[in-house]
C-alpha cells in the first residue's frame, strides 16, 4: 500500500522478483490537475500488479498522470509503456534516450565483455536473463527530454532536475528545494552501494559518478527518497561514505593487481562482493556480469588516472601496475 511520506506525496513499493534489489521506490505525487510518478518497474506482471493496486487505492486516473524515470535501467523504465496514456507525458533525460533510441542490442556489451576477459558460455547465459533484455520495454514511447535545472512543478511540489551521470549516463535526481527533498534515483541510496559498471571505452563512469556526488553535495537535503530500499536523511554523512566506498575499491584494486597483472573478469572473481556465497564460481551468472561491469569501471578509472597500464597485445585486455 502506498506511505504518504507528506502532503500529496507516496511512496510505493514495486517488488523486483529475483532481483538482489528486492524491490522499487516508485513515488507518486498527486496534483489538483496532474499527477505525476517517479520510476515504475519491471516491465512485468508482479510490477504492473502491484502498481495497479496502489493507484486504485490512491484513485489515481493515469489519462491525468505524467511520468518522470531516473534513468534508463529496466527497474526503473520498464513499465512505463504498460502504464502511460494518449495524454500522459513521459519526462527523460537526454543521455540515456539516445542510448534507448540507438539501441541494437546487447552484442557490443557481450564483443566488450568477452575481450575482458568474461567466458563466452557464461556470456550466453548472462545474455538470457538479463533483466534489461527479459523485463525492459519493448519499445520506446515518445519522451519529453528534460535537462539540469529543468522544472517540474506537480501539486505543492516544484521539482529540479539535476543530471547525475555515473549509475547511468544521464541518470537524473529531482531536487525539492523549498522542502530539502532529494529524490535521488539510483544516485544516492542508503543501505546499498549503486552499482557503476563501465561496458565501454568511451566513458569513465566511475569518474562521472564521484562527480555527481560532489555536485548534488552542496544541495541542502533533510530527506533522501532514494530508488531502492528505505528512506534516510544522513545525505553528506552517506556521500562521503559512497566516496570513502569506490577509494578503498581502487586499493582493493590495485593490491590484486599487484600480485600479477590480470582481465577484469578475473579482478573480479578476486573482489570482495556482498553475496552470499561460498565462491565466485557459485555466484549467479547476472551478478557476476555486474561485478565485471563494476571491476571495468574501477580498472578505467585507474587507468585514466595513470595508476595502472592496460596491455592490449593479448587477445583478452589485461591490467597491470605500471612498475
Ligand atoms: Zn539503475
Not at 517540474?152 to 544521464?170: A, N, Q, R
Not at 544516492?188 to 561496458?199: E, S
Request: overall charge negative.
Amino acid at each position: 500500500m502506498p506511505e504518504e511520506i507528506l502532503p500529496g506525496f507516496y511512496r510505493l513499493e514495486i517488488p523486483l522478483p529475483d532481483s538482489p534489489l528486492k524491490s522499487l521506490n516508485s513515488y507518486i505525487i498527486t496534483g489538483s490537475t496532474r499527477n505525476l510518478i517517479i520510476d515504475t518497474g519491471f516491465n512485468r506482471e508482479e510490477c504492473l500488479a502491484a502498481m495497479q493496486k496502489g493507484l486504485r487505492s490512491l484513485n489515481i486516473d493515469l489519462t491525468c498522470t505524467d511520468f518522470f524515470i531516473t534513468h534508463l535501467h529496466a527497474d526503473h523504465f520498464g513499465l512505463v509503456e504498460k502504464l502511460k496514456t494518449p495524454t500522459s507525458t513521459i519526462y527523460f533525460n537526454r543521455p540515456d534516450a539516445e542510448i534507448l533510441d540507438g539501441w541494437d542490442g546487447f552484442e557490443h556489451m557481450f564483443t566488450y565483455a568477452a575481450e575482458n576477459g568474461f567466458p563466452e558460455t557464461e556470456l550466453r547465459n548472462a545474455f538470457k536473463q538479463h533483466p534489461g533484455k527479459k523485463f525492459g520495454t519493448q519499445w520506446v514511447p515518445e519522451l519529453k527530454i528534460l535537462q539540469d535545472g529543468d522544472l517540474l512543478e506537480v501539486g505543492d511540489y516544484k521539482l529540479t532536475c539535476i543530471e547525475t551521470p555515473g549509475h547511468s549516463l544521464g541518470h537524473t535526481c529531482l531536487y525539492e528545494a523549498d522542502k530539502r527533498l532529494l529524490i535521488s534515483g539510483d544516485h544516492i541510496l542508503g543501505d546499498i552501494t549503486p552499482n557503476i559498471q563501465g561496458w565501454s571505452d568511451q566513458q569513465d563512469m566511475l569518474k562521472f559518478y564521484l562527480n555527481s556526488l560532489d555536485k548534488v553535495y552542496p544541495l541542502v537535503v533533510d530527506l533522501v527518497l532514494p530508488g531502492h530500499r528505505s528512506m534516510f536523511t544522513n545525505f553528506r554523512e552517506r556521500i562521503d561514505e559512497l566516496k570513502h566506498h569506490h577509494m578503498a575499491r581502487l586499493d582493493e584494486i590495485l593490491s590484486i593487481l599487484d600480485q600479477g597483472s590480470r582481465h577484469a573478469y578475473g579482478v573480479a572473481s578476486k573482489m570482495h562482493w556482498d553475496i552470499k556465497c561460498d565462491s565466485w564460481e557459485q555466484f549467479p551468472v547476472p551478478q557476476k556480469w555486474f561485478a565485471t561491469g563494476e571491476a571495468i569501471a574501477h580498472l578505467r578509472y585507474l587507468e585514466e588516472t595513470h595508476q595502472i597500464l592496460r596491455n592490449e597485445s593479448v587477445p583478452q585486455t589485461t591490467y597491470s601496475l605500471i612498475a
